[in-house]
């Protein structure tokens, strides 16, 4: 069983929503699903599964430094794939 990661609201107002993600080994988000179109950045390389809810597993790499952005509504659960700390 995985622990759940770190979740740290930065802001959270009528138009915008921040939130800093700190993951240890063995720790995932927990499924969630995303209310706005939100943006990721990543502060160190992110080596991450992605369950999604059809039951596949898909594999994401974010370089340290690096973003993407994806539209409301994406349901899934995050899990840290390596031994190192991300956030």
């Known amino acids: 069983m995985r622990s759940p990661c770190t979740a740290t609201l930065l802001i959270d107002d009528e138009k915008t ?3 800093r993600f700190d993951f240890a080994p063995n720790e995932e988000t927990g499924w969630h699903k ?3 179109d ?3 950045t990543a502060l160190t390389d992110c080596h991450m599964w992605l369950e999604h809810t059809d039951g596949r597993v898909t594999e994401a790499h974010v370089a340290a430094g690096e973003a993407y ?3 409301a509504g994406i349901r899934h659960n995050v899990i840290k794939a390596s031994e190192q700390i991300m956030r």
Do not use: D, F, K, Q
């Open 38 to 40: 939100y943006v990721i």
């Open 34 to 36: 995303h209310g706005y």
């Open 69 to 71: 952005r994806r539209t």
């Open 17 to 19: 929503r921040v939130t």
